[in-house]
């Protein structure tokens, strides 16, 4: 069930996962010198690390980009979680996370359906991980 307003999105598969954590900032926040198609290229190795460090998430990390030589004005990134597994789909014990990360060039007056279009793009079984609810 599709229920945006408390965060919770329905996957093509049935699968509900729910918003745990959303981030937009500017993208070349706190870069101090360079032009954007200059250090776009920089901003994007650095994304596997900065990202999670910024989610506050040690999730799988996916990064949806167009591959545009200047990236667009905003960053956004996600955590999402499912209460079911991926690898341990019927052990009760395990739920599953990820982390997107994408960019816009505005800041969208309706939120919900980016992320909606962003979760259709990934394959949450083949990129999401298992974690254990009860450590």
């Known amino acids: 069930m599709t229920?945006?307003?408390?965060?919770?999105?329905?996957?093509a598969d049935g699968r509900t996962v729910s918003l745990a954590r959303l981030l937009i900032t500017p993208t070349y926040e706190g870069v101090l010198e360079g032009?954007?198609?200059?250090?776009?290229?920089?901003?994007r190795q650095?994304?596997?690390?900065?990202?999670?460090?910024a989610l506050g998430c040690p999730a799988p990390l996916v990064i949806l980009d167009d591959g545009q030589a200047e990236l667009p004005p905003y960053r956004w990134a996600a955590?999402?979680?499912s209460p079911r597994g991926v690898q341990r789909a019927d052990n009760p014990d395990y739920s599953?996370?990820?982390?997107l990360c994408g960019f816009t060039s505005i800041i969208p007056a309706d939120i919900h359906a980016m992320i909606a279009e962003a979760l259709a793009a990934v394959d949450w079984d083949a990129d999401a991980e298992d974690y254990d609810i009860m450590p």
């Open 3 to 11: 229920d945006p307003l408390h965060g919770r999105y329905a996957l």
């Open 35 to 43: 032009r954007p198609a200059s250090i776009s290229q920089m901003l």
């Open 96 to 99: 599953s996370r990820m982390s």
């Open 79 to 81: 955590t999402f979680t």
């Open 46 to 53: 650095r994304l596997a690390v900065n990202v999670p460090r």
